[in-house]
């Protein structure tokens, strides 16, 4: 699938989605201890808002060639500098939610408007500085569509909200949670949860 068209029709579910949040919603629980504001906050800071620095950050040399590699590098740090990671991303989610303002749906389709002209001047080719490292614009995408369908999800859900991203966007954004897997010491294990010879314990996150 064309990394860019997947891209924006993720962006433009997650714009119609975020639109249709009822007013009442945005102070209520969003996942774990963010509130729904907080999340569509994050997601529009990791998916969004982010994009067009990145995409005019060039960068001298790949580093992490693929999605699955991104995500692979998330999960290597050391525990100490997750934790200070997660911390950081609470306070952003935070500050992001609440620059949405009075007026979430029309914030947010500002930040999808400059997202998507910033790809599309972008080349497919063209290495960037993503937050792990150099990568391709064609591989570092598809980890900004990833952020856009499971938080998505993630918000439909916590806003009680019918949301339908496009079934092959969903299937890319599976693989790329499996690849992200299959090249983690939970490989093996995995493949027999997935076979039902296993079952995966509560909480089990391959990013």
């Given at each position: 699938?064309?990394?860019?068209?997947?891209?924006?029709?993720?962006?433009?579910?997650?714009?119609?989605?975020?639109?249709?949040?009822?007013?009442?919603?945005?102070?209520?629980?969003?996942?774990?201890?963010?509130?729904?504001?907080?999340?569509?906050?994050?997601?529009?800071?990791?998916?969004?808002?982010?994009?067009?620095?990145?995409?005019?950050?060039?960068?001298?040399?790949?580093?992490?060639?693929?999605?699955?590699?991104?995500?692979?590098?998330?999960?290597?740090?050391?525990?100490?500098?997750?934790?200070?990671?997660?911390?950081?991303?609470?306070?952003?989610?935070?500050?992001?939610?609440?620059?949405?303002?009075?007026?979430?749906?029309?914030?947010?389709?500002?930040?999808?408007?400059?997202?998507?002209?910033?790809?599309?001047?972008?080349?497919?080719?063209?290495?960037?500085?993503?937050?792990?490292?150099?990568?391709?614009?064609?591989?570092?995408?598809?980890?900004?569509?990833?952020?856009?369908?499971?938080h998505g999800?993630?918000?439909?859900?916590?806003?009680?909200?019918p949301v339908?991203?496009?079934?092959?966007?969903?299937?890319?954004?599976?693989?790329?949670?499996?690849?992200?897997?299959?090249?983690?010491?939970e490989a093996?294990?995995?493949?027999?949860?997935?076979?039902?010879?296993?079952?995966?314990?509560?909480?089990?996150?391959?990013?």
């Amino acid at each position: 699938m064309d990394f860019r068209w997947a891209y924006k029709s993720a962006v433009t579910v997650f714009t119609d989605l975020v639109i249709r949040i009822p007013g009442d919603r945005w102070d209520g629980a969003g996942l774990g201890e963010w509130s729904l504001r907080d999340l569509v906050g994050h997601t529009v800071s990791s998916a969004l808002h982010q994009v067009p620095g990145v995409l005019a950050s060039p960068a001298p040399s790949v580093v992490l060639d693929s999605a699955e590699a991104f995500w692979g590098f998330a999960r290597s740090v050391p525990p100490e500098v997750y934790a200070a990671y997660s911390v950081a991303s609470s306070e952003d989610a935070r500050k992001a939610g609440e620059a949405l303002g009075d007026d979430p749906g029309a914030a947010v389709i500002d930040f999808a408007r400059k997202a998507t002209q910033a790809l599309s001047a972008a080349g497919d080719a063209d290495v960037i500085a993503s937050p792990g490292g150099g990568m391709r614009v064609r591989d570092w995408i598809p980890t900004r569509t990833f952020e856009l369908v499971v938080h998505g999800l993630d918000v439909a859900a916590a806003a009680n909200v019918p949301v339908e991203f496009a079934g092959q966007v969903v299937t890319d954004v599976t693989l790329q949670a499996a690849k992200t897997a299959a090249t983690g010491p939970e490989a093996a294990f995995l493949l027999r949860a997935l076979t039902g010879r296993a079952t995966l314990p509560t909480g089990f996150s391959v990013v």
